[in-house]
């Protein structure tokens, strides 16, 4: 792995600053030795597990539920329907729809909200939607149950094409709105018509981003029990927000949020999926109130794949105009999302693809429109990379063939168009997610592609396609660039608390929970620096509403920036705290003061007092800090990739993979090449394995991983990585966030590789996943058409 690293400034510890040492996380031990504590390992005495009846039609009346029988059955504790749960408000995701007020003024955006019935109540709108619940005494009991409810249903017509939803006379999802249009927004900076008008080059394309999944390897699940001696709810879930799950929970109980205690435990993987707050989330804890005991469900792998949100589907139908010499003039483009059945997120993945579309290219003049279209699929919501994969696919595509047609390569066409640093801070025109002018804080977009070009040996690569193609040869190789940016630091706060513990341990508490991004080691670095103790002298907790009372989530690339800045704020006001109460103790002024070791001691005399005993003695040693970031910070990066393409069978094999990535300055080398691969390895299962599909029935086709195809190790390649640091202007640590950059480039990359090794045979990539079948369909396309050219 070829990862050069630019060093870190120095924080305050002897021996040189933790931040920066490509330390081992210390969370792997523990979760390698089998001893992590999920959900499904909470076990109480008592507790009943739940299981869910689902509509198996994407789009029916329901006329009749009996669940009479079902109820009857031993070890049935209680079954649900819409009829027993009338006290609990449908499921709406406020802090996901809520619109900033700029925006809101400068766009008038228009974003429907459609409330979320915990269970169907009259209708159902996709196939997998919860009809009912069943509290049982095993989850087999529970499920033996499911089969004696009795639902009639009426089917009615089905629409799961975005574009054919939004077509007068389409299958209405909510009839009370008159169509399916969720949400429509436009932007455009200076004067597109004049530079499509004065182009020397235009090209137009439509290009599809396909539906897939988060699939994490720990499903969802869910655990609620009323409190025996405080009366408090509590609940372990595995959300990426608890505080907001805990908020959510207490409005629809009728609590106060101090009643109701969550707890995010170990979680195997996120991705986004479980970052909003599902029906079932509030279904358990309902249960739990009502049966007062404790009650748990865990979804399997079918309820995941059908039932969970899904991301990643647009349709974009984009245009690029340049003059003669490859720079861009305009870019227009009107694109479609499908947002399945409810509204979970509103503006967050469309316009997440607005503002990054245009990528880190200057282009002057700009026409963006979205729509987002319900249709009877399941609802879509984020998923790692949220709208940034779906634009760079569409962008990186067409420059693509923008380059062709001026006969250029194309790893020059981006050249002449990227912002050089030189540029920067540089405002795009448009308006970021919050409403400000957007403008991107720092980077060097140029070294990232002159590194990533350098990687696959371009020279080398079009030697051997001219050699492969003069020997007739059935494989063909091809080079596929993408350069993408990332606005991180998702305001607008994040928590942290910083306490010294009876025995002199630091403890700091995150508002963020962590799904494998190693937050125990990465915060504990910052705070080792910020305190001026030991690393091994610091614990990490998170996820918990009782450590800290208020905080966001590990979403959006936010946990770093957020976190990691309020973690080193709290740090360094304990610092002082720790310092102040040791001068009140020896009686020397704390500017004579040091921390060494975990002790404070006074150089001049040689008086020492450690934390323990500073504790012991009634000293209060917490500081709680909240960062409020200022702006979005841009992390960037330009993959490249080289196929080998098999004409005779369709396979794409990837013979290198190359990344140069900037997220300023690195906390932790190992966790943060961890996560560039990980979203890589994310973002090739979407560009050659993974589809969720559906038929025109709305029926969904890909239910088991039988059918949805999830890569293994052995088909990731080794990745060569490199890395820039290009430190944040926006925070007092310089850094910006990483966890989904890896996941942005691999589709527009890899499509454009396998166009590049097909371009002899005239083929077009216009979506993925390029799996062997669609691969030999583009060739046949390509063949016909040219048979039709020469009649």
């Given at each position: 792995m070829n990862t050069p690293h630019t060093d870190a400034p120095h924080g305050g510890t002897p021996g040189g600053p933790w931040i920066g040492r490509a330390l081992p996380r210390v969370e792997d031990e523990r979760l390698l030795r089998g001893h992590g504590r999920y959900v499904d390992d909470v076990r109480l005495p008592g507790t009943l597990e739940a299981a869910f009846l689902r509509s198996p039609h994407a789009h029916a009346r329901i006329t009749r539920i009996d669940a009479d029988a079902a109820r009857a059955m031993p070890g049935v504790r209680a079954v649900y329907t819409a009829a027993e749960t009338t006290a609990l408000k449908p499921v709406v995701n406020e802090a996901e729809l809520r619109i900033p007020e700029p925006l809101a003024q400068a766009?008038?955006?228009?974003?429907?909200?459609?409330?979320?019935?915990?269970?169907?109540?009259?209708?159902?709108n996709f196939c997998g939607q919860p009809v009912a619940m069943v509290i049982a005494e095993s989850r087999y009991l529970a499920e033996d149950?499911?089969?004696?409810?009795?639902?009639?249903?009426?089917?009615?017509?089905?629409?799961?094409?975005?574009?054919?939803?939004?077509?007068?006379?389409?299958?209405?999802?909510?009839?009370?709105?008159?169509?399916?249009?969720?949400?429509?927004v436009a932007a455009s900076v200076g004067d597109p018509d004049a530079a499509f008008a004065a182009a020397d080059a235009v090209i137009e394309e439509e290009f599809h981003a396909h539906r897939y999944v988060a699939s994490p390897i720990e499903t969802r699940a869910v655990q609620a029990a009323p409190g025996s001696y405080d009366g408090r709810m509590t609940v372990w879930s595995n959300t990426q927000t608890p505080h907001r799950l805990r908020d959510h929970i207490a409005e629809s109980l009728g609590l106060a949020a101090a009643a109701v205690h969550v707890v995010a435990v170990d979680v195997g993987g996120g991705f986004g999926q479980?970052?909003?707050?599902?029906?079932?989330?509030?279904?358990?804890?309902?249960?739990?109130?009502?049966?007062?005991?404790?009650?748990?469900?865990?979804?399997?792998?079918?309820?995941?794949?059908?039932?969970?949100?899904?991301?990643?589907?647009?349709?974009?139908?984009?245009?690029?105009?340049?003059?003669?010499?490859?720079?861009?003039?305009?870019?227009?483009?009107?694109?479609?999302?499908?947002?399945?059945a409810s509204t979970f997120t509103g503006l967050v993945v469309p316009y997440n693809s607005v503002v990054h579309l245009l990528g880190p290219y200057r282009v002057p003049h700009v026409d963006v429109r979205v729509r987002a279209a319900l249709t009877n699929t399941a609802p879509t919501s984020p998923y790692r990379g949220a709208g940034r994969p779906e634009a760079v696919f569409a962008m990186e595509r067409a420059l693509d063939r923008l380059a062709r047609k001026l006969g250029m390569e194309p790893a020059e066409l981006r050249a002449r168009n990227l912002i050089t640093p030189d540029e920067l801070?540089?405002?795009?025109?448009?308006?970021?997610?919050?409403?400000?002018?957007?403008?991107?804080?720092?980077?060097d977009f140029p070294e990232l592609l002159r590194r990533a070009t350098e990687m696959v040996d371009l020279p080398g690569v079009r030697k051997r396609q001219a050699e492969l193609a003069a020997a007739g040869s059935g494989h063909r190789v091809g080079v596929g660039f993408a350069v993408y940016l990332e606005a991180t630091g998702l305001g607008p706060f994040e928590s942290a608390r910083a306490s010294v513990l009876p025995g002199g341990l630091v403890r700091i508490a995150l508002g963020t929970p962590s799904q494998g991004q190693g937050h125990r080691?990465?915060?504990?670095?910052?705070?080792?620096?910020?305190?001026?103790?030991?690393?091994?002298?610091?614990?990490?907790?998170?996820?918990?509403?009782?450590?800290?009372?208020?905080?966001?989530?590990?979403?959006?690339?936010r946990a770093l920036v957020t976190a990691g800045n309020a973690t080193h704020l709290a740090g360094r006001r304990l610092r002082e705290r720790i310092l102040a109460a040791a001068a009140d103790l020896l009686g020397v002024p704390a500017g004579e003061l040091a921390l060494d070791g975990g002790d404070v001691q006074h150089p001049g005399s040689g008086a020492r007092v450690g934390l323990a005993q500073l504790?012991?003695?009634?000293?209060?040693?917490?500081?709680?800090?909240?960062?409020?970031?200022p702006g979005f910070t841009y992390s960037s990066g330009a993959g490249a990739v080289v196929v080998d393409v098999d004409t005779a069978t369709g396979h794409v094999a990837i013979e290198k993979y190359a990344v140069a990535h900037d997220a300023g300055r690195i906390v932790n080398p190992v966790i943060a090449h961890g996560q560039v691969a990980g979203g890589i390895a994310q973002g090739?299962?979407?560009?050659?394995?993974?589809?969720?599909?559906?038929?025109?029935?709305?029926?969904?086709?890909?239910?088991?991983?039988?059918?949805?195809?999830?890569?293994t190790s052995a088909e990731v390649p080794d990745l060569e990585l490199a890395e820039i640091a290009t430190p944040s202007t926006l925070n007092e640590l310089g850094v910006k966030g990483l966890g989904e950059g890896g996941a942005i480039a691999p589709q527009a990359a890899i499509a454009n590789a396998v166009e590049d090794a097909l371009a002899p045979f005239g083929v077009v990539v216009r979506r993925g996943p390029l799996t062997p079948d669609r691969v030999r369909d583009l060739l046949r396309e390509a063949s016909g058409a040219t048979a039709s050219a020469a009649v």
């Open positions: 766009l008038n955006p228009l974003v429907r909200k459609l409330p979320y019935p915990v269970l169907a109540d009259g209708t159902v149950a499911l089969e004696s409810i009795e639902v009639d249903y009426e089917p009615l017509p089905v629409v799961v094409d975005p574009d054919a939803a939004l077509l007068p006379g389409a299958p209405l999802i909510e009839e009370s709105w008159g169509d399916n249009l969720a949400l429509e479980k970052g909003i707050i599902y029906v079932e989330e509030v279904l358990i804890p309902y249960a739990a109130q009502r049966l007062g005991v404790p009650v748990l469900w865990r979804e399997d792998r079918n309820e995941n794949l059908v039932a969970a949100s899904h991301a990643r589907e647009q349709v974009h139908r984009i245009a690029l105009a340049a003059d003669a010499e490859g720079r861009l003039l305009g870019l227009r483009d009107d694109f479609v999302v499908n947002f399945g801070p540089y405002r795009t025109g448009l308006l970021d997610r919050s409403g400000d002018p957007q403008e991107y804080d720092s980077g080691t990465s915060m504990a670095q910052i705070a080792a620096d910020a305190i001026g103790v030991p690393f091994g002298a610091i614990e990490v907790v998170g996820g918990d509403t009782d450590t800290v009372p208020h905080g966001v989530g590990t979403i959006a690339s504790v012991s003695d009634g000293c209060e040693l917490s500081e709680t800090a909240y960062f409020r970031p090739i299962a979407g560009a050659l394995y993974e589809e969720m599909r559906y038929g025109p029935d709305g029926q969904p086709v890909t239910t088991t991983y039988m059918d949805y195809l999830v890569p």
